[in-house]
């Protein structure tokens, strides 16, 4: 009688990632970065949440950067807020991009043998909003025609924290060259003007008062009239434009086209009611997932030293989107 042949385990892991935060439950980073590893055969890696609040942070960066003895070895970090900006006077090395933004989601431990490592950031929500809204631009609902293959010329970010920092980089590569900021506040350090002036842009900035009916008007009118509007803030806090928006676009001289698109970087609940207005009208919309998707292409190549392909990544999140809008059963 000949023996069962040896059933196969999981790979010891040998190297470890991680997302942090404070919140990170919700965060959907290891939905990718796992399937992410599945598609390149990266059977020894392993990717987690990690909550850490500010006052955990640098304790947390004495364990990515300390001698690794024994597996699994730290390769790096997704950050998510409220570490972005926090990040840029603790690292070892910060990337040019990352730098001139001023807002870091992505550290890298570069070790050499099991030494200490250098710890390095990087910055790839530039890519992420860059390919949400170019693959937005490219791929129009059905019905709709092409976008125009022309830079927008015309764009308006809702906030001014972090990632309305990166949003100012990629609205240039992106053709942008009229952008006002609509925000509560503008002065201070992390502030979107501020990483204007070190990219040399000229922004304009607007004071917006959400809730207040002439501020939300006053916005409403400068976004309806953008080729790209990309709003960085969290659910709920742009839910005071819908209507006004609404109503600016019935009353002017123009409305959204399908070259016309909006990135909401929130992704869930979806679709948010600004989002709904925008797409109402006959714009285009990038969910923020699609953000997170294209941001995380580049962040798995820069820990793995490989390039992962989309399908499989884009296929995972959709269907982890779709369970949690399905709710517990």
């Known amino acids: 009688m000949c023996a069962a042949p040896p059933t196969s385990s999981p790979a010891q892991p040998r190297h470890r990632a991680a997302v942090i935060g404070a919140p990170v439950a919700h965060s959907l980073s290891p939905v990718l970065h796992r399937a992410a590893y599945r598609a390149l055969g990266l059977d020894d890696w392993v990717y987690e949440r990690r909550e ?41 090395v910060v990337d040019p991009l990352a730098a001139t933004v001023g807002a870091v989601n992505t550290v890298i431990a570069q070790r050499s043998g099991r030494g200490a490592a250098l710890l390095a950031g990087f910055n790839t929500d530039v890519a ?18 092409a976008a125009p293959a022309g830079g927008a010329t015309r764009a308006v970010v809702l906030g001014s924290g972090a990632t309305a920092c990166s949003a100012l980089a990629a609205l240039t590569e992106l053709g942008a060259t009229d952008i006002t900021v609509a925000a509560r506040r503008h002065a201070g350090p992390g502030r979107a003007l501020t990483a204007a002036h070190r990219m040399g842009l000229e922004v304009a900035a607007l004071t917006w008062r959400p809730g207040d009916a002439a501020s939300d008007a006053e916005v409403a009118a400068a976004a309806a009239d953008a080729d790209l509007l990309v709003s960085t ?29 909006l990135l909401d970087v929130v992704y ?21 997932w699609l953000m997170l998707l294209h941001q995380a292409v580049p962040q798995v190549t820069l820990m793995t030293g490989r390039t992962p392909p989309l399908a499989p990544m884009r296929r995972a999140l959709v269907e982890a989107l779709a369970a949690r809008a399905a709710g517990p059963r």
């Open 52 to 92: 850490t609040a500010p006052a955990d942070l640098a304790s947390l960066l004495e364990e990515l950067a300390a001698p690794a003895p024994s597996d699994p070895i730290w390769a790096g970090l997704s950050v998510t807020m409220p570490h972005k900006q926090a990040l840029l006077r603790r690292l070892d």
């Open 128 to 145: 992420g909003i860059v390919g949400a809204i170019r693959e937005t631009r490219t791929a129009p609902a059905d019905g709709a025609t």
């Open 233 to 261: 803030l969290p659910a709920g806090a742009a839910d005071t434009l819908a209507a006004p928006l609404t109503a600016a676009i019935a009353g002017g001289a123009s409305r959204p086209g399908p070259g016309a698109v």
């Open 268 to 288: 869930a609940p979806w679709p948010t009611p600004l989002a709904a207005a925008w797409q109402s009208a006959g714009g285009s919309v990038a969910p923020g």
